[in-house]
């Protein structure tokens, strides 16, 4: 089944499944509350979907490199225009595959310490 053809809700859902078992993840929890759609590495957040768009961490020149190659956009949590500078979103739309960048996520936050 085509990604695009699915909710983020299912991608996301999808995409958590495919961490299950890894050491030192923790899935999200069930519900919709805070929490509810974010995986963790050593307790620390690497991936999330906020407003139907998976979020990730990221060294911020790979960051710059999906905003500038249109993959990405800047993560404004608050939407006062102060952007977080590791982190990006990447919209449902967006050509870019969640599974590679939420794996590449995982490995930028779990080597951070």
């Known amino acids: 089944m085509d990604d695009l053809a699915i909710t983020p809700e299912e991608r996301f859902a999808r995409l958590i499944e495919e961490f299950v078992g890894q050491p030192d ?3 999200p929890s069930h519900g919709k509350g ?3 759609a974010e995986l963790k590495v050593r307790q620390k957040i690497f991936a999330m979907l906020s407003r139907d768009k998976l979020v990730v961490k990221l060294p911020r ?8 190659s249109g993959d990405g956009e800047p993560f404004d949590p608050r939407k006062n225009g102060q952007f977080m500078k590791e982190w990006v979103c990447i ?10 960048l939420a794996r590449e ?8 310490g």
Not at 105 to 112: L, W
């Open 25 to 27: 993840v923790t899935l």
């Open 34 to 36: 805070f929490g509810s």
């Open 61 to 68: 020149t790979r960051v710059n490199t999906l905003i500038a």
């Open 91 to 100: 919209e449902p739309t967006s050509p870019a595959e969640w599974l590679p």
């Open 105 to 112: 996520a995982m490995e930028f936050v779990a080597s951070k």
